[in-house]
């Protein structure tokens, strides 16, 4: 009898940085935290995977789920600073 591998904590990542990127730019708050966790579930299922790769899999589910997370808080970083050196600069009153 085969034991079957979890992958949970890799769908999981995959599934927060999925919502961080479509709902996060439409609601603020829901991006700002499903982003990080994105990020910091992947890095566990990695770990986990990485420590026994027998009993758990889901690698590039957990890798798409970090690089999403990190994606959106990347732009997310970056709208804030155009939008700040915009300000700065007189361009809204």
Do not use: E
Not at 50 to 73: E, S, V, W
């Amino acid at each position: 009898m085969s034991a079957q591998r979890q992958q949970t904590l890799a769908v999981t990542s995959l599934i927060l940085g999925m919502c961080s990127m479509t709902l996060g730019w439409c609601c603020g708050p829901i991006g700002l935290l499903t982003g990080p966790s994105a990020i910091g579930t992947g890095i566990f299922a990695l770990v986990q995977i990485k420590n026994d790769p027998t009993q758990y899999a889901g690698k590039p589910l957990a890798i798409i789920g970090i690089a999403t997370g990190g994606l959106f808080l990347l732009l997310w970083v970056l709208f804030i600073v155009i939008w700040g050196i915009g300000a700065a600069l007189g361009g809204l009153h």
